[in-house]
């Protein structure tokens, strides 16, 4: 079950919120300008589905997004037990950063954090299956995808190009906790 725990930045033991109610999610994050929804397939589709398949299935709430939000194009993305270097994935998202573009997932299958600094306040947002985040250029955010990750995302694209992480030097994501498992 997705769920936001938001806290204030500058202190990771006092939560100001913490919910697993979609809507109070979606109204929460929407105040701060980030796009959160629920989705649900059209069609059911297996796991190891081409992504044709998948895209088809979610066809409608995609082809929504990318008018809203005038991208271009999408891919599926996927992690898991076949992937190599892990770690080094799971690093390379892991410090506070920021993208030119915004950053646009659908979680066709698992889980992710992530980690929205804004107003002063961190919004730590567990997005499981069929959750759609989208995080506005120039956000300073992190993502942690934990130790073993199973995802499938559809992600939404600009430019391929802007999407590289600009890191901010800031060491706050350490002092905030991990992705360890689903129960966070
Ligand atoms: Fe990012």
């Known amino acids: 079950m997705s769920r936001l725990t938001l806290y204030r930045d500058d202190n990771p033991h006092e939560i100001l919120i913490d919910t697993q109610d979609g809507a109070e999610i979606a109204k929460a994050l929407n105040a701060v300008g980030v796009v959160f929804e629920r989705w649900s397939a059209s069609a059911t589709f297996a796991k190891d589905a081409p992504d044709s398949d998948v895209l088809a299935a979610y066809a409608g709430d995609i082809d929504r997004i990318k008018a809203q939000g005038g991208y271009q194009t999408v891919d599926i993305l996927r992690c898991n037990a076949e992937t190599p270097n892990k770690p080094a994935i799971r690093a390379k998202f892991l410090d506070e950063h920021t993208h030119s573009e915004d950053e646009v997932r659908f979680f066709v299958e698992g889980a992710g954090v992530f980690y929205l600094r804004l107003d002063g306040k961190v919004y730590m947002t567990l997005c499981e299956r069929e959750d759609l985040i989208s995080v506005p250029a120039g ?31 800031s060491d706050i994501a350490a002092t905030f906790p991990k992705f360890e498992s689903s129960s966070v």
Not at 141 to 155: C, L, Q, T, V
């Open 139 to 169: 956000t300073s955010h992190w993502f942690d995808m934990g130790p073993e990750p199973d995802i499938a995302a559809i992600r939404f694209f600009n430019t391929v190009e802007g999407w590289v992480p600009n890191y901010t030097g």
